[in-house]
């Protein structure tokens, strides 16, 4: 075997192996060319965005400082605004001079003094006569000016524009109106002398409302109350019921005020009553105090008779009156009645005595009254016993003085009542006539000093028990 055969097989195997090299570098190469050609464009465009940042962030600080700056001093600064051109009669147009530093300015003052409104409701003579000889001017913010004739300064006076001042009570948009934040005080009567027995004064107004039959009770206030320390103004708590007499099943009751003896109530009340039913009624004020222990201690009362009051002109009538500690109630329309109650619960027996009554009514033009007294008793609305006195002729005062023995079990009690009526006798005229009547019995058939009454007999055993009532 030839030696020059060996040499040129390791060379062909050499240049196939160097070409595949070749080969696989040629992707490497060209991945390595295309990765700065990226960084460069993302470079760029952040520095991009970099540079409008810090350019907006430039404007708005620009912008700042602009709207930072005063009006005044950019109106002062800009030369490019147009001045006006005056046109005087006889003569071409003018272009006055504007100098924005010499016009005056004045910061209004937050709170107009006294002085200001006296100087703006003033005359110009008076303006005169209060600042001296020296003439009055006004400037361009409303204000007075006074020269001094020494010195040639203006002394400025503020007060308001003319516009506003030729009208009377009008006030510049902004000012304080002093007398919207005045305090007025109705307590005049604090000085007002009381006697030492003095019980209180309360003021009041009633009202009749003819076209919806209402009457119009309204409480004020009340005075010089009695407290429950001696000495002390806040040791009472007052209240008042309201009363339209004879009818006491129903009252009307304020609102409770404490620690005071010169409470104020302002409070209104109705009651609805016909206008001649209202003619025959008394309003009956009475005042309380309520202790700790929500007791009412009866202060004092006040009567007023509605046939008194003058209800034609549908105004309010506003009066006062002077508590008193027993009141005497007048006569109704229809009179009053006097009689005793006395109960024997041992023997059963109710007795019942009619003493006398007083007012009763001239009927039918009759100048004297023939008059009896019937007394029904009722067990659960039922007549069991009628009873009559005798007739007293010729008399509106009528004395009976009669006593009747009627027969009720301590069981039937809380359902037993009494029915006393007047009765005018008619000679020759079948059936007489009711004046009034009254009605006592427990609380499921009376009210007020009917109920009184009854309760007064029960406590007192076999005692005789009186009272006046008056006729509905």
């Known amino acids: 075997m030839s030696p020059n055969l060996h040499p040129t097989v390791p060379m062909a195997v050499t240049d196939k192996t160097s070409e595949e090299d070749k080969l696989n570098d040629a992707p490497q190469e060209a991945e390595m060319e295309t990765f700065p050609a990226a960084g460069i464009a993302a470079a ?71 002085e200001d409104f006296r100087m703006s409701t003033l005359s110009n003579q008076e303006r005169r006569d209060s600042l001296g000889s020296a003439p009055i001017t006004s400037n361009l913010n409303g204000s007075i000016v006074a020269s001094d004739s020494e010195s040639n300064s203006p002394v400025a006076t503020p007060s308001r524009r003319s516009s506003v001042t030729e009208i009377p009570g009008a006030y510049v948009l902004g000012e304080i109106n002093p007398d919207l934040y005045k305090i007025h005080d109705d307590d005049d009567d604090v000085d007002t002398y009381y006697p030492e027995d003095h019980m209180g004064r309360i003021w009041f107004a009633v009202e009749y409302e003819h076209e919806s039959e209402r009457l119009v009770v309204t409480l004020v206030k009340a005075r010089n109350l009695p407290s429950r320390v001696l000495g002390s103004v806040n040791q009472c708590d007052p209240l008042v019921k309201i ?75 506003i009066m006062w009156r002077d508590l008193e500690k027993d009141v005497t109630e007048t006569v109704s329309e229809k009179g009053d009645i006097q009689f005793s109650l006395s109960y024997n619960e041992d023997l059963d027996r109710l007795t019942v005595t009619i003493i006398n009554a007083k007012g009763l009514p001239k009927l039918d033009n009759n100048p004297f009254v023939d008059s009896y007294v ?41 359902t037993t009542s009494l029915s006393i009526a007047v009765m005018k006798h008619a000679p020759g005229v079948k059936g007489d006539k009711q004046i009034g009547r009254v009605v006592v019995g427990p609380f499921m058939y009376a009210r007020g000093k009917e109920l009184e009454h009854w309760n007064d007999m029960l406590s007192a055993q076999k005692e005789q028990v009186t009272h006046w009532h008056s006729l509905t």
């Open 44 to 114: 760029v465009v952040f520095g991009l965005f970099l540079l409008l940042a810090v350019a907006f962030l430039l404007y708005k600080v620009y912008r700042r400082k602009c709207s930072s700056q005063s009006k005044y001093e950019r109106i002062g600064k800009d030369s490019k605004l147009p001045t006006p051109m005056l046109k005087i009669e006889g003569k071409g147009p003018i272009q006055p001079k504007l100098d924005l530093k010499s016009v005056p300015f004045a910061v209004p003052q937050s709170t107009p003094t006294r």
């Open 243 to 317: 009363f339209l007499l004879p009818d006491e099943r129903r009252h009307l009751q304020s609102k409770l005020r404490r620690k005071t003896t010169n409470p104020k109530f302002d409070e209104s009340f109705v009651f609805q009553v016909t206008y001649k039913a209202l003619l025959q009624r008394t309003l009956r004020l009475t005042l309380c105090d309520v202790d700790r222990s929500k007791r009412h201690r009866v202060l004092g009362h006040v009567l007023l008779p509605l046939r008194d009051v003058d209800f034609d002109n549908n105004e309010k009538v």
């Open 374 to 414: 019937k007394i029904c008793l009722l067990h659960v609305s039922k007549v069991i016993k009628t009873k009559k006195t005798s007739i007293i002729k010729r008399s509106c005062d009528p004395a009976f003085n009669e006593s009747f023995i009627l027969k009720v079990s301590s069981e039937q009690m809380d």
